[in-house]
């Protein structure tokens, strides 16, 4: 049972995306985290209801009638107030803030009897929709807990998929490498090393004959 990163370029290349799933799944576990399976949300049926009382809001208040309304936009409005920076024990009044000096405003309530009727269902909902939002978050938690994991495998398997390519294009680079030497392998080795001297893991594995200089070396490297 190896890990991810216990797996060999080849192996990690070869995955499946099941097997990526189970090597996420087998870090969750040495990780301590309890899966979370994708949340199933209850049905919310919400009460086929429309609110039908109309009133009209001037300064935070509800007046039934526009006219009583009015007056009251007309009046020297006044609400207390305190500095909360120093003790809320020394009143002041101060005037509405501007959003409430906006004027008349309608506005519609549902009937209380209306509400009456579909209560049962209302309960239902406001049941159903705190149930789903707690299997959300727990979900969502999971996922935030997971994500590191998640990244640090498709890194992995990315890595190796990208080295893979940088290989079969320095297979490439190679192959024209000999054509344009005619033959000549070392003249073709110089130029292939000298192309890729700063990708050493690239010649280890295209010429793994090829001895790399050591750092600071200036002599050329020589298959064996």
Same mark, same amino acid.
């Given at each position: 049972?190896?890990?991810?990163?216990?797996?060999?370029?080849?192996?990690?290349?070869?995955?499946?995306?099941? =097997?990526?799933?189970? +090597?996420?799944?087998?870090?969750?576990?040495?990780?301590?985290?309890?899966?979370?399976?994708?949340?199933?949300?209850?049905?919310?049926?919400?009460?086929?209801?429309?609110?039908?009382?109309?009133?009209?809001?001037?300064?935070?208040?509800?007046?039934?009638?526009?006219?009583?309304?009015?007056?009251?936009?007309?009046?020297?409005? #006044? #609400?207390?107030?305190?500095?909360?920076?120093?003790?809320?024990?020394?009143?002041? +009044?101060?005037?509405?803030?501007?959003?409430?000096?906006?004027?008349?405003?309608?506005?519609?309530?549902?009937?209380?009897? !209306?509400?009456?009727?579909?209560? *049962?269902?209302?309960?239902?909902?406001? $049941?159903?929709?705190?149930?789903?939002? !707690? #299997?959300?978050?727990?979900? #969502?938690?999971? $996922?935030?807990?997971?994500?590191?994991?998640?990244?640090?495998?498709?890194?992995?398997?990315?890595?190796?998929?990208?080295?893979?390519?940088?290989?079969?294009?320095?297979?490439?680079?190679?192959?024209?490498? =000999?054509?344009? *030497?005619?033959?000549?392998? *070392?003249?073709?080795?110089?130029?292939?090393?000298?192309?890729?001297?700063?990708?050493?893991?690239?010649?280890?594995?295209?010429?793994?004959?090829?001895?790399?200089?050591?750092?600071?070396?200036?002599?050329?490297?020589?298959?064996?």
């Amino acid at each position: 049972m190896k890990r991810f990163d216990e797996l060999e370029h080849a192996e990690l290349v070869a995955l499946t995306d099941d =097997q990526v799933t189970h +090597l996420i799944e087998l870090e969750i576990a040495y990780a301590g985290v309890i899966p979370e399976p994708e949340p199933t949300l209850l049905p919310v049926k919400e009460p086929d209801i429309e609110p039908t009382v109309e009133a009209y809001e001037v300064h935070g208040i509800i007046c039934m009638s526009q006219n009583d309304a009015v007056t009251i936009s007309k009046m020297d409005i #006044r #609400r207390e107030d305190y500095n909360w920076k120093v003790s809320s024990r020394y009143k002041t +009044l101060k005037k509405p803030d501007k959003y409430e000096n906006a004027g008349v405003k309608p506005v519609k309530y549902y009937n209380s009897d !209306d509400l009456e009727k579909v209560q *049962a269902q209302i309960k239902d909902a406001e $049941r159903n929709k705190g149930i789903n939002s !707690d #299997r959300q978050s727990a979900y #969502r938690k999971y $996922r935030e807990s997971i994500s590191e994991i998640e990244t640090k495998v498709w890194d992995k398997i990315r890595d190796a998929k990208d080295f893979e390519a940088d290989l079969a294009r320095a297979r490439e680079v190679l192959q024209k490498h =000999q054509n344009l *030497a005619e033959g000549n392998e *070392a003249i073709a080795q110089k130029f292939f090393t000298d192309a890729y001297k700063d990708r050493p893991e690239i010649i280890k594995v295209i010429l793994p004959d090829y001895d790399m200089p050591a750092e600071g070396d200036a002599t050329d490297g020589k298959a064996e």
